[in-house]
């Protein structure tokens, strides 16, 4: 049974100055790309985040990290932005402003067309230096590949770009992300868990400060029991058919 989109949710949206969501792994999962916590096919399903996604675990075997980063990396180039992806791409014409803020490392989002999307745990097809280069300096010798490793010119390693569990959230995009949280009518919380801070702490400051809350996720989360709307369906279904209750 899918939800039909509640009159007074379009009519939020159209009296909104500012509209803002908040993307997790859920959006991508009907591009084919596995969500975290899923326990079937989820990321997490087979390893924690513990023994991948953070500096400790890429410090004790970097080629291990490497490895499964190469993987997602592989999966996500071969995957296409979904419905739901264009239909947030859309919402930007339809509303007076709007503001992305992805958890997902994907770029899918851009792919679909959505700009100045705020990537709040980086994007996973891009490197860093993990010296801490501004612009790594990758250097084509092949002698220095180790299997997925790769060296900045500065002799470090180079690393994914993105936010590890431990690392902080890069200033600008926490800076920009809880400014638009705390200024929007409308924040749309959708497919995330709200289990990982502190883009989890998003959908309540924005309830606080006044904003109408939106889940669009087909399972319950912590946000379910705060949110003035829920939209229990997957985004790819959920998402157009919100467009096409907002054009009218
Ligand atoms: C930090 C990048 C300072 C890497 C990721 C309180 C405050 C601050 C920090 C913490 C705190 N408490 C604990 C912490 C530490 C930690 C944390 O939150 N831990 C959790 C596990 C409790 N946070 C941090 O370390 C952050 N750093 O705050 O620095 C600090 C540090 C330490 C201590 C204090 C302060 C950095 C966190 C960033 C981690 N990096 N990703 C990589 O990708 O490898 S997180 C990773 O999980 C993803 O990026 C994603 O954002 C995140 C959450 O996952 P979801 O996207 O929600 O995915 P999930 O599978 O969980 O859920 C999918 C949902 O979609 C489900 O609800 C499902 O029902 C739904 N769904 C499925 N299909 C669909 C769908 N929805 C719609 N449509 C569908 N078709």
Sequence with gaps: MTTSVPGELVAALQRARHVVALTGSGISAESGVPTFRDAQTGLWAKFSPEELATPEAFARDPAF???????RRELVERAQPNPGHFALAELTSLVRRFTLVTQNVDGLHQRAGSRDVIEFHGNILRDRCSGGCSQPRR???PRLRI??????????????????????????ALEAASDATRDCDVFLSIGTSSMVYPAAGFAEEA???????????PAVTP?????DFVLRDPAGVALPRLLTALRG
């Design 207 to 217: 309830r606080g400060s006044g904003a109408t809350l939106v889940e669009v996720n």
């Design 139 to 141: 250097i084509s010798d």
């Design 65 to 71: 990290v490497w490895s499964w980063y190469a993987w």
């Design 223 to 227: 946000v379910s029991g705060s949110a």
């Design 147 to 172: 299997g997925p490793l790769r060296r900045c010119g500065c002799g470090a390693l180079l690393r994914p770009d993105v936010v590890w569990f431990g690392e902080m959230i890069p200033p600008a």
